[in-house]
Each structure stands twice: as C-alpha cells, then as structure tokens.
C-alpha cells in the first residue's frame, strides 16, 4: 500500500502537474476547485448552499454506497466528478 503523502507535499504535486495543463484544462481545474471550496457554506432548508455553484451529491445505487459526487457549474457546463465512497 503506498505511503500517505503531507498535505503540502501533495499540494506541491498537483501544482507541478497543473503546470502542464492547457489553459482550458486550467479554467476546468479552477472550476472544480472553486466548487469544492463552496461546500463549506450553509445550506438552505432544502439541503442547499445559498447562491452557490458546487454542491457535493451522495447518490446511492443499487442499494449501495452512498457514493459522493461534485457537482458544479463550468459557464454554462454543469459537471460531475466522482470522490468516491463516503467512509463511515
């Protein structure tokens, strides 16, 4: 199993690796983030973030999981992009 990297070690990593990107692939990249960022936020009585972009979704299926989901607003492009199985 491979070792656990620091926080600023991985940091480092994923910015050496953007540094490869297309400015395109740098908009998406940015767009992505600025959604994940924006989970923090309250939510509203429907579950929700107020005048928000990105939400994270937990979409069960056949019967398993729940699996996370970042949904988020790319211009006019809504994406998705798995996180994986939510642990506990």
């Known amino acids: 199993m491979p070792r656990r990297q620091s926080k600023s070690i991985a940091v480092q990593s994923l910015l050496k690796k953007a540094a490869g990107l297309s400015q395109s ?37 056949n019967g398993c999981g729940p699996y996370r989901y970042l949904r988020y607003w790319e211009g006019k492009i809504h994406r998705s992009v798995y996180l994986g199985k939510k642990e506990g």
Request: negative net charge; proline residues 5%; glycine residues 10%.
């Open 25 to 61: 692939e740098l908009r998406a990249l940015v767009s992505g983030l600025q959604g994940l960022m924006q989970i923090e936020v309250e939510r509203d009585e429907y579950g929700k973030p107020p005048n928000q972009e990105g939400n994270i979704e937990e979409k069960y299926i």
